[in-house]
């Protein structure tokens, strides 16, 4: 994201081949131009359907668009501890170990513990839920993650009345993971929300997708999903959980501070120097679609930056 600048891109980073090559994404694509190739004309359910999490909308957060394929969901990431490639969190994630796990709660709270993860999750009604996720370089997909929503938590652990921030650590596992044993960035990888982020019943810490455990790739066993965000706010493999006063760093700012605010926000009114925010390809499309404020959910989250200037706030 950061290490690479808009020269160095090979062409398989701005459109994957597999997007030029895959048959029915183009009739899908050219049936979306109006040239009139309906897919289901063309192939049969079974053909197209392949491991698709069922559409539709369900409960109350559920986007209803299409999923994406568990496959593309898998296979094209970002997970620098594994590598700056897309593929490489797929390709260089086996030897990971996601079990077991501790979560250490601690900070402003009344009730710091460590956990092992069965015991951090086991209170948690799982749900499965649909959003769209939009990464800041310019590409989006449609994910049905599984978890529970960060309020339930702070529910129970009571951060007290000085934290005004969560922040979130990542582990911290060179031996395990090849890509910190480089200096892509400040290892290990930080986040941090304000606490009525935290609160906002869109925040998920998520344990799996298409009902099953998180893959490595994506985050295993624990990460976080603020679907109206940019893609990197959501860290993965979370072991520290901590309560403060103060906004915290986080590892894209330290980085890169003029391209990547605190907050955060999908804005397609404010640009990224080296990226348009205006439009997005959705992993599995032909044609680019619009980038919608806060990604599609500002009936759930603008009223929480009411007032701020969000070109200083980003
Ligand atoms: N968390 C950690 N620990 N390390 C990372 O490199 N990448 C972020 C975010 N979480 C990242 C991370 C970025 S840039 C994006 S876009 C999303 O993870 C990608 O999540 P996905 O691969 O599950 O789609």
């Known amino acids: 994201m950061l290490i690479k600048r808009t020269g160095d891109l090979k062409t398989s980073e701005i459109t994957p081949e597999h997007l030029y090559l895959n048959r029915r994404d183009f009739i899908r694509g050219a049936s979306a131009a109006g040239?009139?190739?309906?897919?289901?004309?063309?192939?049969?359910?079974?053909?197209?359907?392949?491991?698709?999490?069922?559409?539709?909308?369900?409960?109350?957060?559920?986007?209803?668009?299409?999923?994406?394929?568990?496959?593309?969901?898998?296979?094209?990431?970002n997970f620098y501890e594994f590598g700056v490639d897309k593929s490489d969190p797929a390709a260089n994630s086996a030897g990971f170990q996601p079990k077991p796990w501790t979560v250490?709660?601690?900070?402003?709270?009344?009730?710091?513990?460590t956990y092992n993860l069965e015991d951090f999750i086991k209170p948690y009604k799982l749900e499965d839920r649909i959003y769209r996720m939009r990464c800041v370089e310019g590409w989006s997909m449609v994910i049905p993650w599984r978890g529970f929503p960060l309020s339930d938590l702070l529910k129970k652990v009571e951060p007290t009345s000085r934290a005004k921030f969560v922040t979130f650590e990542t582990v911290y596992r060179p031996a395990q993971m090849p890509g910190q044993k480089?200096?892509?960035?400040?290892?290990?990888?930080?986040?941090?929300?304000?606490?009525?982020?935290?609160?906002?019943?869109?925040?998920?810490?998520?344990?799996?997708?298409?009902?099953?455990?998180?893959?490595?790739?994506?985050?295993?066993?624990?990460?976080?999903?603020?679907?109206?965000?940019?893609?990197?706010?959501?860290?993965?493999?979370?072991?520290?959980?901590?309560?403060?006063?103060?906004?915290?760093?986080?590892?894209?700012?330290?980085?890169?501070?003029?391209?990547?605010?605190?907050?955060?926000?999908?804005?397609?009114?404010?640009d990224h120097p080296r990226w348009s925010q205006k439009s997005e390809r959705r992993i599995g499309?032909?044609?680019?679609?619009?980038?919608?404020?806060?990604?599609?959910?500002?009936?759930?989250?603008?009223?929480?930056?009411?007032?701020?200037?969000?070109?200083?706030?980003?």
């Open 35 to 77: 040239i009139g190739l309906a897919s289901s004309l063309v192939f049969p359910d079974s053909a197209r359907s392949d491991d698709r999490w069922p559409r539709g909308k369900k409960g109350p957060y559920d986007s209803d668009e299409e999923v994406n394929t568990f496959k593309d969901i898998t296979t094209y990431n």
């Open 104 to 113: 250490r709660i601690d900070g402003d709270v009344k009730k710091p513990a």
């Open 182 to 270: 480089q200096r892509f960035l400040e290892w290990p990888y930080i986040e941090g929300l304000r606490m009525d982020e935290a609160l906002n019943p869109l925040t998920l810490l998520a344990v799996g997708l298409y009902g099953k455990d998180l893959p490595t790739q994506n985050g295993a066993p624990l990460r976080l999903v603020t679907p109206w965000k940019y893609g990197f706010k959501g860290i993965k493999s979370i072991v520290k959980i901590n309560f403060t006063d103060k906004e915290p760093r986080t590892t894209w700012n330290i980085s890169a501070p003029g391209e990547y605010g605190f907050y955060s926000n999908v804005n397609p009114e404010v």
């Open 285 to 314: 499309e032909f044609f680019k679609r619009k980038t919608l404020m806060f990604n599609g959910y500002a009936d759930q989250v603008a009223s929480m930056y009411a007032g701020m200037d969000l070109r200083k706030n980003f």
